[in-house]
């Protein structure tokens, strides 16, 4: 079972937290296997930090569910916070990459016709140490001078700048 989650936007905020409570709706009207409805769910793992996902997560969670907020997205959000108190939802940040990186490296060095091409996720390179201050200026933000998303940035650097490490 999956969701999309529309690229819609509103004009304000009550327009967005509108269009989260839609998207919660859309989830919650999802098949199971066994052909029932999902309904309101016990746990939403939010993983991209993108405004709308987090307040469609609040909606989308059952009265005494727990939002999960994994992804590092916009710092500073406007969240429906009555509708999340008034339904007990728990909100709990969780950052853990505890042994994470070897199984991740594995993963991203595979190349294949059925695996996804992880370089399009650098969405930005920076040349030399030199450049390290401008690459972790632009790595804070979520959109670049064009409005160009911000996913990761590199920073990179020949053999000889590397011996000096």
Do not use: W
């Not at 609040?58 to 969240?79: F, N």
């Amino acid at each position: 079972m999956g969701y999309t989650v529309p690229m819609k936007r509103g004009q304000t905020i009550e327009e967005n937290l509108e269009i989260a409570k839609e998207t919660a709706a859309a989830v919650a009207k999802l098949a199971r296997t066994d052909g029932s409805e999902v309904g309101e769910v016990d746990a939403v793992f939010e993983c991209t930090g993108v405004p709308s996902c987090v307040q469609a997560g609040i909606y989308a969670t059952r009265p005494g569910g727990r939002l999960m907020l994994i992804g590092m997205g916009t710092p500073i959000q406007t969240l429906p916070v009555s509708a999340a108190a008034l339904r007990e939802v728990d909100i709990v940040g969780v950052f853990r990459y505890a042994n994470t990186y070897p199984e991740g490296i594995e993963i991203v060095s595979k190349k294949g016709p059925d695996l996804p091409d992880f370089s399009k996720l650098i969405t930005h390179r920076y040349k030399g140490l030199e450049s390290a201050v401008q690459a972790f200026d632009m790595a804070g933000r979520t959109k670049d001078e064009s409005g160009k998303l911000v996913l990761k940035v590199v920073i990179e650097t020949n053999e000889d700048e590397r011996a000096r490490l």
